[in-house]
């Protein structure tokens, strides 16, 4: 069956464009030799690239560069200062290319003044309100290529908000105020497109599948797995519900869906919860909306489907801290397909958990956020995800810290935090913090930032 897929690369695509000032002797002669050398330079990055032919040296190239970059929908720009350049050059590119700007001045023949010219660029930049950096070093420099790394990434997120077109059915739960959404403040600050769906949408979608669809759904999806302990109605009424959640998912042309399984659905969401996941779609239950939103992004990072979960248990012996939720995380997620089992859920002794141990070794970004006091904000946290056992049913994920769990629980309480944790792995919080400050969200960073605190 054909289904939408996230918009978001791995790779961010990154437009290149290099500049000199001709006519002043200020070594533009050397302009192309260098900025070759930065395009070869960043080759071997996980960066999608888009080259400039050629070298911007007045406001009518800088205009024709813009409109050959403009075309390729890059998510930033690096504009590469070989020799000082007016600030004039990097505003007619962004009028054509209206993109974040990553400015590299190449610090080797000082008589270039390929840096004075930065804080030139900048004080405009930050008049005109667009979202830049300014570094200066040779080329290569490992420390400023994991600065662009980590502002393409931002960016890439800024343009995957705008992309976004969410589901959301059935609401919040009513038994939990602090899942409160507003889909203004989504729009104004994230640029989210929410597509609001009744849940009796997907009952009756449920309801009207052949049952031969739904039973050879159930078929396949079992085989290869570790376990099945679950009644042959509840794996086929699990089946209905996941079907019906890609088909409604496909129908309304969506990124990510969030579903409100309380009280009502339950485990009987589960499966489709981590299906969905599992075929690219963004999901989360309970009818956070704001997790779905974020498990879309670190999907968009990792190229892989996102975990979400409860902030369970702390462990101080070792500074870990199992995360779970109950069972509708993503197959894919387990060691291996053989790991999964599926069985009624301890909490309603009904429908169909998901049931395996997360793996997701070495750095884990971990994501919060929240709506309240008038804004949005993120909160964020990563350590060093580690091994873990069954000992909650569901799908736990257990992280490792260098900041103590106490600490961190106290941190998680005083920010303003959720319950909902949603992680990929990989070490992306420094873009969530660029991306806050573009976007006007708040930030807290937890586990060696603690940020916004004293006294902790």
């Not at 961010?12 to 070594?27: D, E, I, K, S």
């Not at 976004?164 to 889909?183: A, C, H, N, Q, W």
């Not at 993503?330 to 009904?350: G, M, N």
């Not at 070794?361 to 060093?384: F, K």
Request: proline share 5%; hydrophobic share 45%.
């Amino acid at each position: 069956m054909s289904m939408a897929r996230v918009e978001g690369r791995c790779k961010p695509r990154v437009g290149v464009a290099g500049g000199a000032y001709a006519g002043f002797h200020l070594g533009d002669e050397m302009a192309e030799a260098k900025f070759q050398q930065m395009v070869d330079a960043l080759a071997g990055q996980p960066l999608d690239l888009c080259v400039a032919p050629v070298i911007v040296t007045d406001t009518d190239s800088a205009r024709a560069a813009g409109q050959q970059l403009g075309a390729e929908k890059p998510d930033c720009l690096l504009v590469v200062l070989t020799t000082f350049i007016p600030d004039y050059f990097v505003v007619q590119l962004l009028r054509e290319c209206d993109v974040p700007v990553f400015l590299w001045a190449i610090e080797r023949e000082i008589d270039c003044l390929a840096l004075v010219c930065g804080p030139m660029i900048t004080a405009s930049l930050y008049n005109l309100q667009k979202p830049y950096s300014l570094h200066a070093s040779d080329i290569p420099d490992d420390g400023v290529c994991d600065h662009l790394l980590t502002f393409a990434r931002a960016a890439m997120l800024r343009r995957m908000l705008r992309q976004l077109r969410v589901g959301y059915m059935g609401g919040k739960p009513s038994i939990m105020f602090s899942m409160t959404t507003d889909e203004y403040t989504l729009v104004e600050k994230l640029g989210v497109t929410v597509e609001n769906i009744p849940i009796q949408e997907l009952y009756d979608r449920a309801a009207a599948l052949p049952a031969p669809r739904v039973q050879a759904f159930w078929d396949d999806l079992t085989v290869g797995l570790g376990q099945v302990e679950v009644a042959c109605a509840d794996g086929l009424q699990s089946s209905r519900f996941a079907l019906a959640a890609q088909d409604l998912a496909e129908e309304y042309h969506l990124n990510a869906l969030s579903i409100n399984c309380f009280p009502h659905l339950k485990a009987k969401i589960c499966l489709a919860t981590a299906c969905l996941n599992d075929a690219g779609i963004a999901a989360a239950c309970e009818g956070d909306l704001h997790s779905t939103i974020l498990m879309y992004l670190l999907q968009g990072l990792s190229g892989s489907a996102s975990f979400n979960g409860d902030v369970f248990r702390l462990y101080p012996e070792d500074n870990s801290i199992l995360f779970s939720h109950c069972g509708a995380g993503a197959f894919s997620l387990a060691p291996c397909r053989c790991d999964v089992c599926l069985q009624s859920s301890i909490e309603t002794h009904d429908g169909l958990a998901v049931k395996y141990p997360t793996h997701m070794p070495g750095p884990v970004t971990l994501i919060n956020l929240m709506l309240g006091r008038g804004t949005l904000r993120i909160i964020a946290m990563e350590g060093e995800g580690v091994d873990t056992d069954l000992s909650y049913e569901g799908t736990p994920l257990r992280v490792q810290f260098t900041t103590d769990v106490q600490q961190i629980l106290q941190g998680i309480a005083r920010s303003g935090a959720g319950h909902h944790w949603n992680g990929c792995p990989g070490s992306y919080v420094e873009a969530f913090r660029l991306l806050c400050e573009w976007l006007g969200v708040e930030f807290t960073g937890l586990c060696g930032w603690m940020t916004n605190f004293s006294g902790l």
